[in-house]
């Protein structure tokens, strides 16, 4: 089964502690796999693409097929950092569905 | 570029009623998709159009049907509303060819 699992439903942290938000996938072939954010009051919006391996906003995701994980990190967070993190899956050659999985909000404290 | 718009932004209406949601893509992008997002969930995927056909479906019963029109704009409808159809609905248009995804801001749907 096609499955995105995303551990912590909170995680709170302090201004310049480092951020890992976790996300494990269960997918029988390459998928593709992302992250989105969204900020209070605004639309989900594309943070990282595990093809594009950039850093965005000082974030970094590597997918790991081995542990089929891909995990998202920062090693110092930012106030501005607080919203909803989503991990989302899409199968290779899929252009169709992403599979999301429930969520983590991350809490960055002054 | 306003991207994908989304309307209304909230609804109420009345179980058993019909409803029909509506979705103008981001320009350039020829493909629609729609989720369902309950409150404290992640989005789940409802269906998906292309060349104004629907190209592919998640695990939502009949009730669940759409269009797409010719110049790629969408409509999600609603039959015989459920309770439980109280949720965050958003469009999220893309190109067939591949790539992201932009979403909206999601139509809210409240069934009483």
């Known amino acids: 089964a096609q499955r995105v699992t995303q551990p912590e439903k909170l995680l709170s942290v302090f201004k310049g502690a480092p951020v890992e938000l976790k996300c494990n996938y269960s997918?029988?072939?390459?998928?593709?796999l992302f992250w989105y954010v969204q900020y209070s009051r605004q639309r989900l919006q594309l943070l990282l693409r595990h093809i594009s391996r950039e850093s965005i906003k000082g974030f970094t995701a590597d997918l790991n097929k081995g542990e089929t994980s891909f995990h998202l990190k920062k090693p110092f967070a930012q106030e501005e950092d607080s919203a909803m993190y989503y991990c989302?899956?899409?199968?290779?050659?899929?252009?169709?569905?992403?599979?999301f999985g429930q969520g983590t909000t991350l809490q960055v404290k002054p | 570029d306003a991207g994908v718009t989304q309307s209304p932004t909230h609804l109420i209406k009345t179980r058993g009623q019909q409803v029909t949601l509506r979705c103008s893509p981001k320009?350039?992008?020829?493909?629609v998709s729609w989720y369902q997002q309950a409150l404290g969930q992640g989005p789940q995927f409802i269906f998906q159009?292309?060349?104004?056909?629907?190209?592919q479906r998640g695990n939502f019963p009949d009730r669940f049907s759409g269009h797409q029109f010719p110049n790629y704009s969408s409509e999600l409808n609603v039959n015989a509303l459920l309770l439980g159809d109280s949720a965050l609905y958003l469009c999220?248009?893309?190109?067939?060819?591949?790539?992201?995804?932009?979403f909206g801001s999601g139509t809210r749907l409240t069934v009483v």
């Open positions: 159009y292309y060349e104004e056909e629907e190209r």
């Open positions: 989302a899956l899409r199968g290779a050659g899929n252009t169709g569905k992403l599979i």
């Open positions: 999220a248009s893309s190109l067939a060819k591949g790539g992201g995804y932009t």
């Open positions: 320009s350039g992008h020829d493909t």
């Open positions: 997918y029988s072939g390459s998928p593709e």
